[in-house]
């Protein structure tokens, strides 16, 4: 207020809005990665490529194998809520895609330089557009925004540079770029963990080696072993679970006739691994999330079983109908629930629980014999 009473209240400008939203959706270049991968994954792609200079905060280029995007597409591409994957709100329900609110691209738009070169296995040559807050734009030192015929091989990649060069508060709550860095690396190895058939790198620009670097048509414990090391891969156990599995027979209505419909895979270390931190890989549907109940339920049945103060490794990809899950909890998907929650956690931990232990008795058995 001013001595002479309230100010006025204005409208924010559209991109001023849009700026804000971006930025929570967008929180730093890891998430940015985060979403183009998962655009990449859902566009078919075998091969993903990663280039980054600067933490990812000068330049975050992701080049993939996928569908491409279709020439008449590109002039919305950008625009928010703009989507291939989603037409009526019932189709939330049946989501198999990672995207579905058309909001990762337009964000990118709003708080950094964004260049798509993109091509479909029918069109004759690629097309480069470059994009400024949710519309096409014309390139630095150019006047015409239209897209422009160029050389390029099936697939699409995009380029993001100066991320946040617009908005200098969420530039400033950035790390280093090597912790920077140090997040996408962590992003790439899951998903590539959790993608074993598709092949992943991740490199510094103008550095020849990658840092993540997987071939494609491999498994999941093989993708373990090649990104975690041998140390977890020697002493992992396997877990496949799933609504039908009947914990206990005496049990009396199965779950197959409640319509449960529900399955995970996990991939955890056995009581000889010790590490400082859990390590936690969740997927959900195929989506990067993160879930402190979960977390909670599996690092306690490692109690007992792991010293104090040691905590395993654990890879779980969980499925559930997608008309349980409600992923249209938050703009960033990281936050998602569903029904049963409990239950499902439960069966989950208990039958981790009796591979763990049934390990550690079969180990003293070798032991005696
Ligand atoms: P969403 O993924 O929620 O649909 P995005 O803003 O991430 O929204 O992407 C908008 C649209 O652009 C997608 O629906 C898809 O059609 C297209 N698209 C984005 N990235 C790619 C890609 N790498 N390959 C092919 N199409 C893509
Ligand atoms: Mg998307």
Redesign the pocket.
Known sequence: PTPDGPLPIRRLQESVINRIAAGEIIQRPASALK?LI???L??GSMSIKITVKDGGMKLLQIQ?S????RKA?LPI?AERF????LSTFSDLARLTT?????????SISYVSHLTVI?KTKTDSCAWKACYADGALAAPRGTTSSEPKACAGNDG?T?TVENLFYNTPTRLSALRSSSEEYARILDVVTKYAIHNPHVSFTCKKAGSSAPDVSTPSASTTAQAIRLLYGQTIAKDLLYASISASDQIDATSDASSEDKGETWSAEAHFTNAHYHAKKTVLLLFINHRLVESLRIKKALESIYNGILPKGASPFIYLSLQIDPQSVDVNVHPTKREVHFLDEETIIERIASSLQQKLIGQSQSRVFEYQT
């Open positions: 979403e998962e655009n990449s859902d566009a993939d996928g569908c491409g995007i597409d591409l703009t989507t291939s994957k990672y995207g579905f609110r058309g909001e990762a691209l337009a993109t699409t995009i």
